[in-house]
Structures are given as C-alpha cells and as structure tokens.
C-alpha cells in the first residue's frame, strides 16, 4: 500500500473523530488535558480529536427517586415515610453544567447525598413534633423540605421540582392503638347521638301524652258540663210539666193524683220495654203504691208552691 494511501485513510479517521453527536436532552463536557473547555450541545458539533475529550454526558430531563425512611417524633413515636422526589439540572448555563458536573464524583455520590439530605431535614422537622400532630403536617413537611434543600442543591447545579410524601405510618402497635381511638370516639359519638334521639323521642311522647290527656279532661269536663244543663233542664221542663198538668187537672174539676198515677204506669211500662232482661224489683202492695203517690203528689205540690211563689 503506498504512502498516500496511509495518509488519506488516517486522514479519514481523524475526520470521523472530529465530528460527534449529543442526544437531545443531555449536553456534554468537554475538556482538555482534564481542565474544561466547553459544552456541547444537542446535536452535531465538531471537536478536536485527541485533544478535547468527552468527560461526562449529563442528563437535563427530570429525573425522579423513591425514597423510604423512618423518623422519630418528640413522643418518641416511630413515622415511616414513602417519598417520591422529583428533581432536574437547574440550567443549561456554563456555571450550572460545571457544577453538576465536578462537584461530585459520579451519580452514586449525588444520590447518597441527595437522599441523605431530604431524610435528615424531615427528620429534624418531625423530631419537633408530637404523633398527634404528623398526619396533619403533610403540606408543611414539604414545604420546610424544598426551604432547606432549594439553596444547597442550587450550589450542586440543580434545583427540587417536587417533592410528595405518598405515605405516612407509624409503628403496628401505634396504629391499633390509634384505630382503638377512633373506634371508641366513633362509639361514643353514636352512643351520645342515641341518647339524645332517645330523649327527643320520650320528650316528644311525653308531650304528646300530655296534650292528650288535657284534650280529654277538657272533653270530659265539657261534658260533664252539658250533661248537668241536661239533666237540669230536663228536671225543669218536668217540673213545668207536671205544674201545667196539675193546672188542667183543677180546671177539670179533677184529682190531681190521677197524673201521678198515669206517671208511675208509665215508669212501670218504659222500665219493661227497656230493662233489656235486668231485674227491677217494685213494692207492688197497696201500701207501697199508696206511699209512692203521696211522695209524688208532694214533689207535685212543692213544685207548684215553687212557681207561684216565681209568679209573685
């Protein structure tokens, strides 16, 4: 093979080494005799070959880790955490790629680090605080995270896009406990709301039954009333009756006994047809009868005496 032909193929090959290719969502430090140079940017760029070296490839896309860790409150109760940390370079700038770059020594490093450091400021802020107070803290434990990391990653050449807690839990035996807590609340709370269901219900039948029993003697009361206006007015009207019989009786030139006679017949009759099988015992000698007219014939004299006396 002859001398140019060497030359050229190698020639070819430094060529081709001249040229390289970065993939879209990383850039690429370049350095030369191990002291950076420059940053290549997505896509093709030119480089010297054997002089300026490719030292790292670094990633600008969001990058996410799931982290699982335990701390200890004031009350000296365990709280196991489920994390997720979503974090990116901060900038596309000389200064931020150097940084990411040379400030630690490979990924393993900054993983460590970063890990370490989200674990030691949410133990520091849960250190502060009772069990009680934990399951309600979620929002402020990320936002005491992002205050203490965003400067020191920021130094590191990335910044904390988010940062979740998917979980907090405590130690087995905290949460039968805490269960036994609420499951009692949640009993007393049922118990306290029967009893006062139970209250109304008595208060109400109570009232109800009052109310019913002044409706009835108010019933009672006004009928008792009439029944009294009734029986007075009955007694009235027979007492009239009887003056104005007795009255026609004299006009007639007759005895007046003969209407109390007629009376008693009456009394006899009405009390067969409506005795309804009841027995009624009746002194049905001479000497009763007699007796009952004259009792009559004194009701009858009396109420006629009454009258004139209401006419005077």
Request: hydrophobic residues 45%.
């Amino acid at each position: 093979m002859s001398p140019g032909i060497i030359v050229v193929i190698i020639l070819i090959v430094l060529l081709a080494f001249c040229f390289v290719t970065v993939q879209q969502g990383t850039v690429a430090v370049i350095t030369v005799f191990g002291k950076f140079r420059r940053i290549l940017r997505p896509g093709l760029s030119f480089r010297i070959p054997l002089i300026e070296k490719i030292f790292r490839r670094i990633s600008i896309q969001n990058r996410s880790i799931e982290l699982k860790f335990q701390a200890i409150t004031m009350d000296q109760a365990n709280v196991n955490f489920s994390a997720m940390l979503l974090y990116a370079v901060f900038g596309q700038e000389d200064e931020t790629i150097k940084n990411v770059a040379f400030k630690f020594m490979d990924e393993r490093s900054l993983m460590q680090a970063l890990v370490r450091s989200v674990e030691g400021s949410i133990r520091a802020f849960v250190a502060t605080k009772k069990q009680a107070e934990i399951l309600s803290l979620r929002g402020e434990i990320i936002l005491h995270v992002k205050d203490q990391l965003d400067k020191i990653l920021e130094e590191w050449g990335y910044h904390l896009i988010d940062l979740q807690i998917n979980d907090i839990a405590f130690d087995e035996v905290i949460m039968r406990s805490m269960a036994q807590v609420v499951s009692s609340n949640n009993l007393k709370a049922a118990a306290e709301n029967e009893g006062q269901a139970l209250l109304i219900t008595k208060t109400k039948a109570a009232e109800a039954d009052g109310n019913a029993i002044k409706i009835q003697a108010e019933a009672e009361r006004q009928a008792a009333q009439l029944r009294g206006q009734g029986v007075a007015l009955f007694r009235e009207e027979v007492a009239h009756g009887m003056a104005k019989a007795a009255k026609e009786m004299e006009q007639a030139n007759l005895d007046a006994s003969f209407i109390l006679y007629s009376m008693w017949t009456d009394a006899i009759k009405h009390f067969a047809e409506n005795g309804k099988g009841n027995t009624i015992f009746l002194d049905g000698s001479n000497d009763g009868m007699q007796r009952t007219m004259k009792e009559l014939m004194s009701v009858a004299q009396n109420s006629r005496i009454s009258s004139q006396g209401k006419q005077q």
